[in-house]
């Protein structure tokens, strides 16, 4: 993969839905979303202003380089809420609900395994594969083909491979020793090194082909039975780095309001420092 891509899965991997959730679902940052009200109503409102910010004996004199940014402590908080807000809607209206609700994967996966079903968790298993398979995902084997604007990282994917490996391995080896299936039957499941073909097991597991219905349906019970958890927590890894480009908005949001925000505070240490 090129350089874009390399720095892409980097971001990837630092601004998931999980990262911005702390600021994202913060009651403060909720409440910035009213900003352009707070402005027009408070902020913005000539009275508050004179009292707090530009009261003065009335002289005209001239204006000062610290005077200046002084009174414009006003447009940066107004900013600054208003960028904060901004990234909060942002997240609220594209947030996963899996990752606004449970911070950590491993949260997710406790909540799930209490009330848990194959059918769920088929389904589950079926919306991460197609994810996957929309960004054309190829056998470890060939390695994986990840277009630059895929918006999940290589973890992900690998431990998408990981599972597909030892279930496949775990449901042929039940396949080839329970006498069901012959080595022509699944043949197309492994590949001419013997090892499991994971593109193949994929497909055959979000097609259902009757051809391979003994191969998929043993696949899912494995699953359920054995690897749920591990199903869970692959479903909340590919939730965290979906929308790529939302996350990207949001984390620069909340970055640049924080940076308009902070600025006020620095004037006001300032005109502290050096006041007599």
């Excluded at 910035?32 to 009200?37: K, N, Q, R």
């Excluded at 807000?85 to 950590?104: D, I, T």
């Excluded at 030892?166 to 080896?173: D, F």
């Excluded at 012959?182 to 499941?189: A, Y």
Aim: negative net charge; proline residues 3%; glycine residues 8%.
């Amino acid at each position: 993969m090129g350089k874009f891509s390399g720095w892409r899965d980097i971001i990837n991997r630092s601004i998931r839905w999980s990262s911005l959730a702390g600021i994202g679902s913060s009651v403060p940052a909720r409440l910035t979303i009213i900003a352009p009200l707070i402005g027009y109503l408070i902020i913005y409102n000539q009275a508050v202003a004179d009292l707090f910010f530009f009261g003065g004996s009335g002289v005209p004199r001239e204006e000062t380089l610290l005077e200046m940014f002084r009174s414009s402590k006003l447009t940066f908080l107004y900013f600054g809420l208003l960028w904060f807000g901004l990234g909060s809607a942002l997240f609220s209206l594209l947030a996963p609900s899996s990752v606004v609700k449970h911070r950590s994967g491993e949260e997710y996966v406790l909540a799930m395994e209490a009330a848990k079903s194959k059918w769920q968790l088929t389904s589950i298993f079926q919306s991460i594969g197609y994810a996957a398979v929309a960004y054309r995902i190829g056998n470890v084997e060939e390695n994986y083909n990840i277009p630059e604007r895929s918006d999940f990282s290589i973890e992900a994917f690998s431990q998408l491979d990981d599972l597909l490996k030892t279930v496949g391995e775990a449901t042929l080896s039940f396949y080839s020793s329970d006498g069901s299936g012959s080595p022509e039957e699944n043949g197309h499941l492994v590949t001419p090194l013997g090892d499991v073909n994971t593109a193949a097991v994929l497909d055959s597991m979000l097609s259902q082909r009757m051809v391979d219905r003994y191969f998929w349906d043993s696949a899912y019970s494995h699953l359920f039975s054995q690897m749920s958890r591990e199903v869970f927590y692959l479903d909340y890894t590919f939730q965290n780095d979906r929308r790529f480009y939302a996350r990207l908005s949001c984390a620069i949001c909340f970055g640049f309001g924080s940076f308009l925000l902070i600025v006020p505070t620095l004037i006001t240490s300032v005109e502290v420092l050096i006041t007599p």
